[in-house]
């Protein structure tokens, strides 16, 4: 007989954890023991699963690196013994959280999948349960006894993405998240299509490693016009401040001011690294197409093609912490690791 593919479910917390007391209309944490009564169809996947939960499950507002790290450890902990991983975080820092994962688990062989929802398991009119069940579903795929998905991603409204490709770009919709950069690796329609050819090949066969050290002496700049010098001034002198993303106009464009070229430059001279990543949602940067992304390109900044910001800010975590040497930095971040960039 053919052995029942193993799934485990780590619950982080967010809105997909909670039912509506219906006299009251208050929301509350739900029961993770209680799964089945709640959604009784799971005892008809061809599976088992099982679940564990943060002892205090957070709004992933509140998600920090140690959080990551123990999601890590679990799966960490849990891997000979399951086939696939499930995890449900609320979806507001998902793409963040998702992306470092992506990072933080190298080799990975076996598919994690996070998924949230918009509404409580617990609502009349949930999308919870189609997130939840596809994404077991997904999880539990196998094809000649080997997992179809070898990569962290992210499951959500019938489609699933590589996690490190996604943002939350509707905080009303079911269609919470979008990849514009790079098509679903599956859709979920009257069948479940799998792209093949969108997902990643595994390299190699080199166990399981965690990557726990992240270090978040990090910085995220925003350009908008009139953005003055004391404010990029003050990011840029932060103690102990090892790199920053600079979100760019456009295909990486930035203001030519002397001033701010000035401030660049001193920073990259400091050891700081400068990341450009565009504030458009979809589309790469290219340094030197323009004037205004010449000098940016000339000063050594880091191109960030068309990484999302994101993953462009724990993968700057995880190489930093990795203790990626200064000569091989730029090389190493414009390469791509986990598929998070052309
Ligand atoms: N605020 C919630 C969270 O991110 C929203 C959600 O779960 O979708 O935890």
Redesign the pocket.
């Known amino acids: 007989m053919k052995k029942k593919t193993k799934i485990l479910l780590i619950y982080t917390?967010?809105?997909?954890g909670m039912v509506k007391d219906y006299k009251t209309g208050v929301l509350k944490s739900f029961d993770f023991k209680k799964l089945l009564t709640h959604i009784p169809e799971l005892a008809q996947l061809a599976c088992s699963i099982k679940s564990v939960s943060f002892r205090k499950p957070?709004?992933?507002?509140?998600m920090n690196i140690t959080h990551w790290v123990r999601i890590a450890s679990i799966i960490e902990k849990q891997y000979d013994r399951y086939d696939g991983f499930v995890v449900l975080?609320?979806?507001?820092?998902?793409s963040y959280s998702s992306s470092a994962l992506s990072f933080m688990l190298e080799h990975l062989s076996k598919p994690v999948v996070f998924t949230?929802?918009?509404l409580p398991i617990g609502d009349l009119r949930t999308d919870a349960k189609e997130n939840l069940i596809t994404s077991i579903q997904i999880a539990a795929l196998q094809q000649r006894t080997k997992p179809v998905i070898t990569e962290v991603c992210l499951y959500f409204e019938y489609k699933l993405y590589r996690a490190n490709r996604t943002t939350k770009i509707n905080a009303e919709h079911f269609e919470?998240f979008a990849s514009l950069n790079y098509p679903a690796l599956a859709e979920s329609g009257v069948h479940l299509k799998v792209n093949q050819e969108n997902l990643l090949r595994r390299k190699g066969r080199k166990p399981l490693f965690v990557q726990k050290q992240m270090d978040n002496r990090v910085a995220i700049l925003k350009l908008f016009p009139g953005i003055n010098k004391e404010i990029v001034r003050s990011i840029f002198s932060a103690t102990n401040l090892k790199a920053v993303i600079l979100e760019t106009y456009g295909a990486g464009n930035a203001t030519t001011e002397d001033w701010f070229l000035k401030e660049v430059g001193q920073a990259i001279r400091n050891g700081i690294y400068i990341v450009n990543v565009t504030q458009c949602s979809g589309g790469s940067v290219i340094m030197g197409q323009y004037e205004t992304s010449e000098a940016l390109q000339k000063m050594q900044v880091i191109n960030g093609k068309d990484i999302t910001t994101e993953a462009a800010i724990t993968k700057l975590m995880y190489l930093l912490g990795s203790g990626v040497s200064s000569k091989s930095f730029k090389s190493i971040f414009e390469t791509s690791l986990r598929g998070e960039m052309t």
Do not use: K, L, P, V
Request: no cysteine; glycine share 22%; proline share 0%.
């Open positions: 917390g967010g809105t997909i957070i709004d992933s507002s509140n975080h609320g979806s507001d820092t998902m949230g929802s918009q919470a």
